[in-house]
Every structure is written in structure tokens, then in C-alpha cells.
């Protein structure tokens, strides 16, 4: 349960400027939360930090363990001397204002696969031990992560279920001869999620010295081609080729007329429960080494799931299925004790969800963008006069347009009842302060504002275009000048009026 008021903001670390075509955990991580103790904030949210394929949503990664490659610091690689300047010899000229994560598949990762050559050949020996640490505390995931991405890697690529049947159905015999195959592939992944691991707990402790928490994301479901559902078979819903039966996604809604078809397996609820939810339990033991405070997506999912059978077209043929939710996150209170969890519970919310929700005191999330729709908008649960302290307010989020180009593309309706609910009449300039002061000025005791409202940029810094793959979906980044120390300054005045930091 949410019980001071604090603010914070939304940036996910690709966005980050730096040298090196996407955002790093290094200097420029660093500066950003100077930023954000400057400006008084108490959080940074990111989205999921996990290692990214097809796609490139964060939401669909290859572990739900396992950290993002393309985000370990290249320049903290050659200060270590774990890179030499000749690695970076011919580095491709990288555009600074957007991702190419073709290019960082190609470059990013041989340049970490130097710096794991550089330390097989002897090079800084004294992280050996350290290496040999972290191979042994997070063996449960990393073992099963190193061989999936070196079998996929000796695929070609191809998904798991794509493999031949002996790896593909994880047969002893055939783990034990691609484990002794693969062995040098297998180190080099390992030593690159040491390195990620490494970097992301030094800038989580740097933040904590500064008085900035870091919130992170669970996604609620895996991907389809992943070392999780690789291992774990029995826990959802395949055939015997590893073919998915039924998938996830959600029905029509606001985002899409056809719902969105996500196509990540469904759990196996009742095979989970028979063994106390261990996989869950493990999952957010995991998560609470990386963040401070944990938003569950799709939270209504642990109620019942949106399931399609496989394969579809889109997501409007399917069914409400009912989850274990309670017996789940009790399991993981007696485990791990009571959980920072922040519920994200849009979307087709029903009664069960909120039940669900406030049966564990779980703060849910509410979106100005979502509150002015309609003909009779004086009802509508985000309007600020009816929000909650414990719940969490935000302007918009990765999924929905910036407040700039949200205001510019509104309907003429939604322009009004925003006109008739402040009184006022903005422009496409100042809007998204507007609804930033709204925000941090509501009772919700945490407020979430997305950067590119801060910087108030429009359409083209959106994040994400749910239920789309579109080119640009994951790719914005800000410029290093953007980061303005007046920004600062007015966001901790806000900040300050608002009791959401002490003067």
C-alpha cells in the first residue's frame, strides 16, 4: 500500500542518449538520475529490462530472468579495460535520436563478445571470482538461459520448438551433448548476463544513495520463444511438438477493434499450484533484486486470462478464463513476505479484479489521457476528483501517445470536457504541463509522468503503438541537451507544492 506521496518518471533505459545507437547503464544513466534527485522525484520506472528478440518489445523476451545485453555500458567495458580502443575500430555511425536494433544485434553483440574474449584470454583476472558468484547464485535461470540462447544461436535463430526433437523436448542425452558442444557459447552468455548484473546493481545502489527507488515491470506472460517455456513445458499449455494450444492477448478494447493477439502460452494453473507456484515465487524473488517497487501488466490476468485458441488471426474469438489469483499471490506473501507490488488493472476490469486487487491493499493505476472520453464524462473513474490515495496516477504511458499529440488528435468532445473540467483552455504548447500539474496536484500518493510529457514532445516520441509491430514502436530516444537543469528546477517546484518531496 502506497502511503506517502512521491513522484517520479517514466523512461525505459533504451532511451537513454549515449554514444553507442541506444541507451546504456553508464554515465549518461547516471546523470539521468541526478536529474531526477535535482527535480525531486523519488522513482524512475522502467519497463521490463529483460533480453530482447523479434520485435523488440521488452514485453516479449527471451527470459524473464535475464538481463537486457544491448544496455550494458560499452564505455565502462573499455574503462575496465575489458575493451581496447581497437574493438571499437570501424563503429557504425549510430542515428541519436533512434534505435536500430538490427544494427545492435550485429555490433553490440560482438563487441560483448570481445570483452568475453578479452577475460577467457586472462584479462582481469579478479573478476573471476565474481563471475564464479553470480554463476552460483542465479544458477536456476542462468543455466537453462545460457544453453537456450546458445542451442538458439546454433539454430540459426529458429525458435525452440523449431529444433530437433531431442533438444527441442530437452532429452538428457541430447542437453548433455550440446551442453559439452556448446560450452564456450554457453560461458560467454553467462559472463555477459554477469556484466549486465553488475552494471544495473551499481546504478540501482547510485540511485538509492540519491534517493531515487527504481520501479520495474513483470510482465504477466512469457514469450512464446523463450528459455522459460523452453524449461518449463509442463507449465503451459503445448502439444507434443511445442506448438501452443490456446495464446494470450486481450479482446476488443480502446487500443484496437480487433483486440490485441499477443500469442504468448498460457499457464498451466493447476500443474503451478500443485507445487505452491515455485516458478512465481522464483520470478519475483528475482524482481525484487532489480526494483523497489514491482507493477504486475496485465494484472487482471491473475483473475482470468483472455484465451484464444491457436492459431488465430486476432484476438476476437476466445474466452474469459478464471486464474488462481489469490491462491498465487498468498503463496508468494508467505514466501517473500508482503510484496511493493503496483497492480495495472486497465483495460476490461470487472469486479473479481478489483476484488483481487484490493484484497492484497495493491494500488491500481489510473490515466489521465483515458479521462475525458465520451458524452456524460462526469462519471468516469479517472477523472481526478475520484481517484484514490492508494493508486497511482499518470498522464499517459509506453502505450498510449504523448499528452502533446494526444491533445492534438483529440476529439472535439474530449477537448471540451477537458475545457468544461479545468476551466481552461490550453494550447498544444502548454497541455502536457497542464496535465503534469494535474497529476502531481491529485491524491493519488504516487504520480508517474513519462519523460516525453516533461520535455513536451508530440506524436513522433511515442513509444508504442500496442498491437502493432510498426518500425518505430520501442526506438525513441532523447537528446543529452533535452535534459535541461531549468526543467529541473520547475518540475522540483511543482514537486515541492504539491507535497510529493520535502522542501
Not at 541506444?22 to 534527485?37: C, P, S, Y
Not at 559439452?180 to 538509492?208: G, S, T
Not at 520535455?455 to 537528446?479: C, D, I, K, Q, V
Amino acid at each position: 500500500m502506497l502511503t506517502k506521496r512521491s513522484s517520479g518518471v517514466l523512461l525505459h533505459p533504451t532511451s537513454l542518449p549515449g554514444p553507442y545507437g541506444i541507451g546504456e547503464l553508464g554515465a549518461q544513466a547516471r546523470h539521468f538520475v541526478d536529474w531526477l534527485a535535482r527535480a525531486g522525484q523519488t522513482y524512475w520506472q522502467v519497463m521490463p529490462l529483460g533480453p530482447t528478440g523479434y520485435g523488440d518489445s521488452p514485453y516479449q523476451a527471451f527470459s524473464a530472468f535475464a538481463g537486457n545485453p544491448y544496455l550494458i555500458d560499452l564505455t565502462t567495458l573499455r574503462e575496465e579495460g575489458l575493451l581496447h580502443a581497437s574493438d571499437f575500430e570501424g563503429t557504425p555511425d549510430f542515428d541519436a535520436g533512434r534505435v536500430d536494433f538490427g544494427l545492435q544485434y550485429v555490433w553490440r553483440m560482438q563487441m560483448l563478445g570481445r570483452a568475453y574474449a578479452h577475460f577467457a584470454f586472462g584479462h582481469h583476472p579478479e573478476l573471476k571470482a565474481a563471475f564464479e558468484a553470480f554463476k552460483a547464485e542465479e544458477a536456476a535461470w542462468l543455466d537453462d538461459y545460457a544453453l537456450f540462447m546458445a542451442l538458439k544461436d546454433a539454430h540459426g535463430g529458429l525458435p525452440w520448438n523449431a529444433w530437433e526433437p531431442g533438444t527441442r523436448d530437452r532429452e538428457p542425452q541430447a542437453l548433455a551433448a550440446a551442453q559439452e558442444q556448446l560450452a564456450p557459447n554457453i560461458e560467454r552468455v553467462k559472463f555477459i548476463q554477469f556484466l549486465f548484473f553488475r552494471q544495473w546493481r551499481a546504478l540501482r545502489a547510485y540511485a538509492r544513495e540519491r534517493g531515487v527507488g527504481v520501479i520495474g515491470d513483470i510482465p504477466i506472460f512469457v514469450a512464446m520463444d523463450s528459455s522459460d517455456a523452453w524449461a518449463n513445458r509442463e507449465q503451459f499449455y503445448f502439444d507434443e511438438q511445442g506448438q501452443p494450444t490456446v495464446v494470450a492477448g486481450v479482446p476488443p478494447d480502446y487500443f484496437s477493434e480487433t483486440g490485441q493477439l499477443w500469442g504468448n502460452p498460457l499457464y498451466r494453473w493447476d500443474v503451478m499450484e500443485q507445487d505452491g507456484f515455485r516458478w512465481w515465487i522464483e520470478r519475483f524473488r528475482g524482481s525484487l533484486k532489480l526494483y523497489d517497487l514491482i507493477r504486475i501488466d496485465h494484472f487482471r490476468g491473475f483473475a482470468a486470462y483472455w484465451e484464444i485458441p491457436y492459431p488465430a488471426e486476432n484476438a476476437i474469438h476466445g474466452r474469459w478464463v478464471p486464474a488462481p489469483g489469490h491462491a498465487l499471490l498468498e503463496a508468494v506473501r508467505r514466501a517473500l513476505g508482503q510484496m511493493p507490488i503496483i497492480a495495472e488493472d486497465l483495460g476490461v476490469i470487472t469486479p473479481d479484479v478489483e476484488q483481487l486487487r484490493d484484497d492484497f491493499g495493491l494500488p491500481g493505476m489510473a490515466v489521465l489521457h483515458f479521462a475525458f472520453g465520451g458524452g456524460d464524462f462526469s462519471v468516469n473513474a479517472f477523472l481526478p476528483h475520484n481517484l484514490k490515495a492508494n493508486q497511482v496516477v499518470y498522464t499517459g504511458t509506453h502505450d498510449n501517445d504523448t499528452s502533446r499529440g494526444w491533445w492534438q488528435h483529440a476529439d472535439e468532445q474530449e477537448r471540451q470536457n477537458f475545457r468544461l473540467y479545468t476551466h481552461s483552455d490550453p494550447s498544444e504548447e502548454t497541455f502536457a504541463w497542464q496535465l503534469t500539474e494535474i497529476a502531481l496536484e491529485s491524491r493519488p500518493n504516487l504520480a508517474i509522468i513519462p519523460l516525453q510529457d516533461l520535455l513536451n514532445l508530440g506524436s513522433e516520441a511515442r513509444m508504442n503503438f500496442p498491437g502493432t509491430s510498426g518500425p518505430h514502436n520501442w526506438t525513441w530516444r532523447y537528446l543529452a541537451a533535452d535534459l535541461r537543469p531549468d526543467l529541473a528546477t520547475k518540475l522540483r517546484a511543482l514537486t515541492e507544492r504539491t507535497g510529493r518531496v520535502e522542501r
